[in-house]
């Protein structure tokens, strides 16, 4: 009679704190203090937006709401300081411009409210690190819970853009992530870590569409 | 004619002197003179005519070779040949030669109605030997070619107008042109190339007036008596065939007289062992090499045996065969592999030009392993990598630092880099890896093989982390709300060598894109090695992707270069 082994599984549980609206961070090692430094360029609000992260070296993501059919470009002036300096400049620029700390994340928005389809709460959200994001983000979106939402709200959520492929090396049980209850907006902040920024695109032309998409990786 | 022989012993002690007579007449044959003991300075006078008055030497013996023995130092015994009328008008007398050679040259001859010539040549040594005469004529550019196995004692004698005028054929069957009547000629001992067993002896008749001249030929030395090369640097462990090399001061060439040494050593056997002609290396350090070789010096008329003593200089430092990876992307660290040897000297330490940090992880005598950190500055190109061990220094391999120029397609995936167009209505998007990196997806892709090659010609393929940044422009599309795809990072691992990319059109499942839902665009590539430090590609690709008149298409062009 052989002798099942069973191997132990070690789960990383992260706990959705349901900190949408809230401005956390420990001060001394928040991502708004980073110096920052963006050349003059005219672009999206999003496409700044990304040099901001990129040159800051911040993770978390970015969400716009376009009620236009295409997101304008727009003049940016050359900037030198920090991200909260920056953001603050773009607030005054635009006043739907929020922001906010969650954990080590940045999530930088175009709208007063979180759209709804981040805010859809999973009983549970599992992933492994190894994962492609776009698989995560993908699988995240097919959820019962968010396709839900999509289909009340009547959206159309287009492909993303793959991109490169991802030289993937075998998961370990460190890498299992999971995550309950917890937010779309959280489980996608759980999977940024410390490097990667997603791009939430919500346009509100002939049809509802949206996109999420994984610019830094 | 009265044939006397003259001796005086200028030494400072007795000395004792044999002599020995060649005679020739129709035939042949030796006597040996009576030995006796000269005091010093004494002078005496032996006569031949009196041993052919005795019948001891033929009557008829008009010719011979006179061959003295003594003990003593070089010109102790001074020895002259004479042979003179009893009115003493007419004769001749010659000096005899100390000398033996293995070459002598520059003798002339001459014949005609009123000349002749005799040329000599024996063996002086103890051992038999092949003698050479060749006789040189119409202006040197002919040649008249004998050889004959001499015993020792043996002589050759060549009665010149006797070979003109009968007609005597040559080693080789040639014989001398009857109109010919003068020359040159040289006599070499073949079976002794480099110490010679061989004497000389010439006359020159004049029959008009009874005159004979006695000249001879120079014997050949060398000089510059060296290793060739002098200086030797090479790894352990290897065995190298030397050279003992000399010059000939007669012909100006350079002989290989390797055969003919004696005496390897190495003054620093644990570094190098010299035992014979075979150089061995062992460890890194400095030798000298050496050996004796007896040979006649270059000192004409007089050739004495010299023995030289030639040396090497001997340096056996270590030697890389290979790099492994030759070559590594500028801004990453590479983790190399150097084979060669000698790396088990003291002191180890590597070198791989500037702007390349070396950190040693592991060493064998045989391997080094070590990390390469290759600046984001540092020069691209080749960079020597030296090993360093015993205080002795490799000779430079290189290694090249890659600059990122361009993609080109990889061959080996799809047809010519492009993979299969995929339509699906609710599937999976699978990447070049094979991975699913979507899922309930309705729409049209395909993967492209990529390979990111660097500056070099011809370009090889790069390796390395670097950061691959996708860049959209110039955007079309048919559907209301579709923008241009922001720019895209795309963090790219050692391991990869083939880039993926996947191009999709579409949308979750159940929602599909209708018939004529499709986009453009044009897609520019750099690569990003730290984040100050990136390289455009020069490949800018042209995107059509979606559905035209109801048609899946992904179409990837390459618009540059």
């Known amino acids: 009679m052989t002798r099942k082994r069973y191997q132990p599984v070690l789960i990383v549980l992260i706990i959705g704190s349901l900190t949408l609206l809230a401005s956390a961070g420990d001060a001394n090692h928040s991502g708004l203090r980073r110096p920052v430094s963006v050349p003059a360029q005219r672009?999206?609000?999003?496409?700044?937006?990304?040099?901001?992260?990129?040159?800051?070296?911040?993770?978390?993501?970015?969400?716009?709401?376009?009620?236009?059919?295409?997101?304008?470009?727009?003049?940016?002036?050359?900037?030198?300081?920090?991200?909260?300096?920056?953001?603050?400049?773009?607030?005054?620029?635009?006043?739907?411009?929020?922001?906010?700390?969650?954990?080590?994340?940045?999530?930088?928005?175009?709208?007063?409210?979180?759209?709804?389809?981040?805010?859809?709460?999973?009983?549970?959200?599992?992933?492994?690190?190894?994962?492609?994001?776009?698989?995560?983000?993908?699988?995240?979106?097919g959820s019962p819970e968010v396709q839900d939402e999509i289909r009340t709200l009547h959206l159309v959520e287009r492909g993303p853009e793959f991109g490169f492929a991802q030289f993937s090396a075998p998961s370990t049980e460190k890498d299992n992530i999971i995550l309950k209850p917890t937010t779309v907006l959280d489980a996608l902040n759980s999977a940024a870590g410390d490097r990667s920024v997603w791009f939430y695109r919500q346009s509100n032309c002939e049809r509802n569409e949206i996109s999420l998409n994984w610019p830094i990786r | 004619m009265l044939p006397r022989i003259f001796l005086r012993n200028a030494g400072s002690a007795p000395t004792q002197v044999s002599a020995t007579v060649d005679w020739r007449n129709q035939s042949s044959g030796t006597f040996a003179l009576p030995s006796l003991t000269l005091s010093p300075g004494e002078v005496t006078t032996i006569s031949l005519g009196d041993y052919q008055k005795a019948g001891q030497i033929p009557p008829d013996g008009t010719w011979g070779t006179l061959k003295l023995a003594y003990a003593g130092r070089r010109a102790d015994l001074v020895a002259v040949a004479v042979s003179y009328d009893k009115d003493h008008r007419y004769g001749l007398q010659t000096p005899f030669s100390e000398e033996l050679s293995r070459l002598w040259v520059g003798g002339m001859w001459h014949v005609d109605a009123t000349h002749n010539t005799f040329i000599t040549t024996g063996n002086g040594g103890s051992?038999?030997?092949?003698?050479?005469?060749?006789?040189?004529?119409?202006?040197?550019?002919?040649?008249?070619?004998?050889?004959?196995?001499?015993?020792?004692?043996?002589?050759?004698?060549?009665?010149?107008?006797?070979?003109?005028?009968?007609?005597?054929?040559?080693?080789?069957?040639?014989?001398?042109?009857?109109?010919t009547m003068t020359g040159s000629y040289e006599l070499r001992d073949l079976d002794h190339a480099t110490v010679g067993q061989l004497y000389e002896g010439k006359l020159v008749m004049d029959k008009t007036y009874g005159h004979a001249a006695y000249g001879c030929g120079s014997c050949c030395g060398y000089d510059t008596v060296v290793f060739d090369p002098t200086t030797f640097g090479g790894p352990p462990g290897i065995d190298n065939p030397e050279f003992i090399h000399a010059n000939d001061t007669c012909s100006g060439t350079v002989d290989d007289v390797t055969g003919s040494a004696y005496g390897w050593a190495s003054n620093n056997t644990p570094v190098a062992t010299l035992p014979n002609s075979t150089l061995h290396t062992i460890a890194t350090g400095n030798a000298t090499g050496s050996s004796l070789v007896q040979l006649p010096r270059a000192n004409p008329p007089r050739c004495g045996n010299t023995v030289f003593g030639p040396q090497q200089s001997v340096t056996v430092k270590p030697s890389i065969t290979s790099l492994t990876p030759p070559r590594g992307l500028i801004g990453n660290s590479i983790n190399v592999t150097v084979s060669g040897t000698g790396f088990g000297g003291s002191g180890l330490s590597m070198y791989a030009g500037s702007g390349i940090t070396v950190t040693i992880n592991s060493s064998s005598s045989t391997q080094i392993r070590a990390t390469f950190a290759v600046s984001s500055t540092a020069s691209g190109g080749n960079s020597g990598v030296t090993v360093t061990a015993g205080g002795q220094t490799s000779s430079p391999v290189n290694f090249y630092v890659q600059i990122p120029k361009t993609m080109i397609r990889d061959a080996s995936y799809g047809t010519s880099g492009l993979g299969s167009l995929v339509t699906i209505t609710n599937g999976n998007v699978v990447d070049i890896y094979g991975n699913i990196i979507a899922s309930n997806e309705c729409g049209v892709y395909r993967n492209i093989g990529y390979l990111l090659v660097d500056q070099e010609s011809p370009a090889?393929?790069?390796?390395?982390?670097?950061?691959?940044?996708?860049?959209?422009?110039?955007?079309?599309?048919?559907?209301?709300?579709?923008?241009?795809?922001?720019?895209?990072?795309?963090?790219?691992?050692?391991?990869?060598?083939?880039?993926?990319?996947?191009?999709?059109?579409?949308?979750?499942?159940?929602?599909?894109?209708?018939?004529?839902?499709?986009?453009?665009?044009?897609?520019?590539?750099?690569?990003?090695?730290?984040?100050?430090?990136?390289?455009?590609?020069?490949?800018?690709?042209?995107?059509?992707?979606?559905?035209?008149?109801?048609?899946?298409?992904?179409?990837?062009?390459?618009?540059?270069?």
């Open chain 2, 127 to 179: 051992e038999a030997t092949t003698a050479e005469v060749t006789l040189f004529y119409n202006g040197g550019t002919s040649r008249y070619r004998t050889e004959k196995m001499l015993s020792p004692g043996q002589q050759l004698w060549l009665d010149i107008e006797h070979l003109v005028h009968d007609q005597i054929p040559d080693s080789d069957g040639h014989t001398l042109p009857p109109d």
């Open chain 1, 43 to 141: 672009t999206p609000l999003s496409g700044y937006l990304l040099d901001v992260f990129r040159n800051a070296k911040l993770s978390g993501g970015i969400v716009i709401v376009a009620d236009d059919c295409e997101e304008q470009p727009q003049m940016f002036p050359e900037f030198k300081g920090t991200v909260k300096e920056v953001l603050d400049r773009l607030a005054s620029m635009d006043k739907r411009l929020n922001w906010s700390e969650l954990g080590e994340q940045l999530v930088v928005r175009n709208t007063s409210s979180i759209p709804p389809v981040l805010k859809v709460t999973l009983h549970e959200f599992r992933f492994s690190r190894k994962d492609p994001l776009t698989r995560i983000s993908s699988n995240l979106l």
């Open chain 2, 460 to 561: 090889q393929t790069i390796q390395g982390n670097y950061t691959l940044v996708e860049q959209f422009s110039n955007y079309t599309t048919t559907v209301s709300g579709l923008t241009v795809p922001p720019t895209q990072d795309n963090p790219i691992v050692y391991a990869q060598t083939r880039l993926g990319d996947t191009q999709f059109f579409g949308a979750r499942a159940p929602s599909c894109p209708s018939g004529n839902e499709h986009e453009g665009f044009d897609q520019s590539l750099t690569v990003q090695t730290d984040a100050s430090h990136s390289y455009g590609l020069s490949m800018v690709n042209h995107i059509d992707r979606g559905y035209y008149s109801g048609a899946a298409t992904v179409n990837v062009t390459i618009n540059t270069p």
